[in-house]
């Protein structure tokens, strides 16, 4: 079967980090995305990786090992607008079929 | 404005009533894609098309009927409603790596 995990729910303080896990095991796997979703709206790409390692874009990074059907998204400098839910989704054959986790919403406090 | 467009917002049904929902995209882009999600569950793919005149299953896709005669329109057809069908509805649309959401159909069926 197929199967993606990340936590349900993270809390953290204004200006922290925190790294949201996901792991996946897939029939396919063609790369792993991430998106952030705000209550009520359309789910919003952040990152997407196809390859091994690290790649940051601003705030936000992303990593993956694919041998260990891992990855993790890094928030920095937490603030208020980041409070959501967060999406991973594992991109499993040609045909562009996403199979997503569940999300894991995450709490920003002042 | 370019993007995905989902038509209606919202609706409430009775139970047995029929309704179809409308995703219009204006970039062009071959590939579209209905999915459900559902609280505590993530995002699930109903049917998808990887171009006019073309249709697939999906994970979820029984009780829901698709139809993609037009490449920018691709529409999800709901038969017979039932409760279990109550759900938040996202199209998205894509070209090579990059995913485009609609801003969703919020449907209650009573």
């Known amino acids: 079967g197929q199967n993606i995990d990340q936590p349900t729910e993270m809390t953290a303080t204004e200006g922290a980090i925190v790294q949201i896990n996901c792991t996946y095991q897939t029939s396919g796997f063609n790369g792993l995305f991430w998106y952030q979703q705000h209550a009520g709206e359309a789910p919003t790409f952040l990152s997407y990786n196809v390859l091994d390692g690290l790649e940051e874009k601003g705030r936000f990074s992303s990593f993956l090992s694919r041998s260990k059907g891992y990855s993790y998204l890094l928030l920095k400098e937490l603030q208020m607008k980041d409070s959501a839910s967060y999406l991973c989704?594992?991109?499993?054959?040609?045909?562009?079929?996403?199979?997503f986790g569940a999300g894991t919403q995450v709490v920003v406090t002042p | 404005n370019a993007g995905v467009t989902q038509t209606p917002k919202f609706r409430v049904l009775k139970t047995g009533q029929s309704m179809t929902l409308l995703c219009a995209q204006d970039m062009n882009h071959e590939y579209m894609y209905w999915y459900r999600q559902d609280p505590g569950m993530g995002l699930r793919l109903i049917h998808y098309s990887v171009g006019e005149g073309t249709t697939a299953k999906g994970e979820v896709p029984d009780g829901y009927n698709v139809s993609r005669l037009k490449k920018q329109n691709f529409l999800l057809g709901l038969e017979s409603a039932a409760p279990s069908q109550t759900s938040v509805y996202f199209c998205?649309?894509?070209?090579?790596?990059?995913?485009?959401f609609g801003s969703g159909t919020r449907l209650t069926v009573v």
């Open positions: 989704a594992a991109l499993t054959d040609s045909w562009g079929k996403l199979q």
């Open positions: 998205a649309s894509r070209q090579s790596y990059g995913y485009t």
